[in-house]
């Protein structure tokens, strides 16, 4: 919600102000994160490994990881793995107490698209299109309760 300007502002002061909202929302946004992972050309759909990065988001990775060992998909076990590369890299790079992290953030983007082709008949071919998935996972400390 922006206010109204007033008589006296004009319009390249109201420009200003708002470009300086947005930076400041983009700082936020890529703040300097804790510790990450992050995997690419993962050969699933990213539509497929989304269903499993829903239901581990806020969770302690704990819990995050007996959670995937036991979803009967093929991404939990690819995302499963991400995080604990994440979890490596909090506690030898970052020096972080794994008791206290949970997922921040996961993030699953599209990779290439691999375009293959499969012969049907009467000559003709129906295009394969093999989708591959990048996955970012931002692990962060949560305060002692």
Do not use: W
């Amino acid at each position: 919600m922006e206010s109204n300007p007033t008589p006296q502002e004009t319009r390249p002061e109201k420009a200003k102000r708002r470009a300086k909202k947005r930076v400041r929302a983009e700082r936020r946004r890529f703040a300097r994160p804790k510790a990450m992972s992050v995997s690419h050309h993962l050969r699933i759909s990213a539509q497929k490994i989304r269903l499993v990065c829903d239901q581990i988001r806020g969770k302690r990775v704990e819990e995050a990881l007996s959670m995937l060992e036991f979803i009967p998909r093929k991404g939990a076990k690819l995302v499963a793995r991400a995080l604990r590369s994440g979890i490596a890299n909090a506690e030898n790079n970052k020096n972080l107490d794994v008791d206290t992290l949970f997922v921040k953030r996961i993030e699953v983007g599209p990779g290439p698209t691999v375009k293959r082709f499969l012969p049907r008949a009467q000559g003709r071919a129906t295009p394969l299109l093999k989708r591959t998935s990048h996955v970012t996972i931002v692990l962060d400390e949560k305060a002692a309760e």
